[in-house]
């Protein structure tokens, strides 16, 4: 019997105790032994519910049982969870997490603490919610150079993104919509101001690299000032909008960003719509390869949370190695980072002057009252605005082809 403790039964805790119970005989094919839920933590109590059976109050007496094998961490947020992994793993018990917010700001020395203590920390289920991406970056995607990485990262904001296209409605309206259905958060600042796909990017880079990539250096950018005008053009042009986090390796230097890009036709992410997620690495030997599934939800998350699992059983709850060292890589200047862009200015009959400015532009069918155009030259942020310096600048959007 492999006994697992799951902290937390909220969306994905149910989720992974539905999963373990439900696929037990897919869990014992690889695992070659029963897997068994011995303690559901919370403080919550669920009448009637099966998991009372196995519902206790006191982390102690977790940590204390050492027939418990496998922790599952699925709190969210960094406290108590950041005290509660440290504690499992030093009492020699393996941990498996979904948080993303802990693995970002911990991932490298929690790693370090699961070797020393010879158990391995698992997280597969921290980005992308179903999508098997981190062990394939661990264990399939091994003999390549990653010099770029292009996802959708965020559930939410594609939905958002998503209706806001199919049905015409501005931010406010589908974020209400989305509210009210349960797709987004009751404060849903982390997910539209980007914040959540942020710690995404950055644990895929960690991986990429092998180093610490800190989320509070990747310059970051939501949706929320996405209007219906941008939305408008994006489908005139048949340009989709989405929020990409992204890493590129140019000349040696690691570059991340999460920000809304309008999509070309050759785009890759481009048809990816609602809360899927999906990922597009690019390597120097495979060339590009792409990950597609549900980011978020209950199971989904689950699956990939009891993955984990599986492998800590499978492994004998042994040290799964994880290169990913504290020592920080030093990002390049976003500043310097250049992009063709969409612009919307104030103002009709600009054309001229637009055309004296810049050397090539696409003009799009513009709303009345405004000029729009596509920027042939790829220019950084700062000398966009420099070019555009007199004008009352509506909107612009970095183009990713
Ligand atoms: N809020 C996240 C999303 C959940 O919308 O993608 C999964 O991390």
């Not at 027939?67 to 709190?75: A, G, P, Q």
């Not at 797709?183 to 600042?189: D, G």
């Not at 048949?238 to 999509?263: H, R």
């Not at 590009?288 to 009891?306: E, H, I, Q, R």
């Amino acid at each position: 019997m492999f006994n697992v403790a799951i902290l937390g039964y909220g969306t994905v805790g149910s989720g992974v105790f539905k999963v373990i119970n439900d696929n037990a005989d897919v869990l014992k094919k690889f695992v070659k032994d029963d897997v068994n839920v011995k303690y559901v933590l919370d403080l919550r109590e669920f009448p009637g519910n099966p998991v009372e059976k196995v519902l206790v109050h006191d982390y102690d007496i977790i940590l204390k049982d050492d027939e418990v094998k496998c922790v599952v961490e699925v709190m969210g947020g960094i406290e108590p969870a950041n005290t509660f992994v440290r504690k499992a793993i030093a009492s020699g018990k393996s941990v498996c997490t979904s948080n993303k917010e802990l693995v970002a700001k911990y991932g490298a020395e929690i790693l370090a603490l699961a070797k020393e203590n010879n158990v391995s920390f698992l997280f597969e289920a921290s980005v992308g919610g179903g999508i098997p991406l981190l062990r394939a970056i661990n264990e399939s995607l091994t003999a390549d150079n990653f010099d770029s990485v292009a996802g959708i990262l965020n559930g939410t904001t594609n939905y958002i993104l998503t209706k806001m296209s199919t049905e015409d409605l501005s931010f406010d309206e589908v974020l209400k919509r989305a509210q009210e259905k349960g797709y987004a958060e009751r404060n849903p600042e982390a997910d539209v101001e980007g914040y959540d796909a942020c710690r995404k990017i950055a644990i895929i880079s960690s991986l990429i690299t092998g180093k610490q990539v800190n989320f509070e250096d990747i310059s970051t950018e939501g949706i929320s000032h996405i209007s219906k005008e941008d939305i408008y053009y994006s489908r005139n042009m048949n340009m989709p909008i989405k929020l990409l986090g992204l890493m590129k390796k140019i000349d040696g230097v690691v570059y991340a960003m999460v920000a809304p890009f309008m999509l070309g036709e050759e785009h890759s992410l481009r048809n990816v719509d609602g809360v899927y997620n999906a990922v597009n690495f690019h390597g120097d030997m495979l060339g590009n390869v792409m990950f597609y599934g549900k980011g978020a939800g209950s199971l989904p998350t689950a699956s990939a949370v009891v993955s984990d699992v599986v492998e800590i059983a499978k492994n004998g709850g042994k040290n799964i190695d994880i290169p990913w060292d504290k020592e920080c890589v030093s990002l390049g200047d976003m500043a310097s980072f250049k992009a063709k862009f969409f612009v919307r200015l104030e103002g009709a009959d600009l054309d001229d002057k637009v055309k004296s400015i810049f050397n090539g532009v696409t003009f799009a069918e513009h709303l009345q009252g405004e000029t729009a155009f596509i920027t042939e030259e790829e220019f950084s942020a700062p000398e966009l605005q420099s070019k555009l310096e007199g004008f009352k600048v509506l909107s612009t959007i970095r183009i990713a082809e």
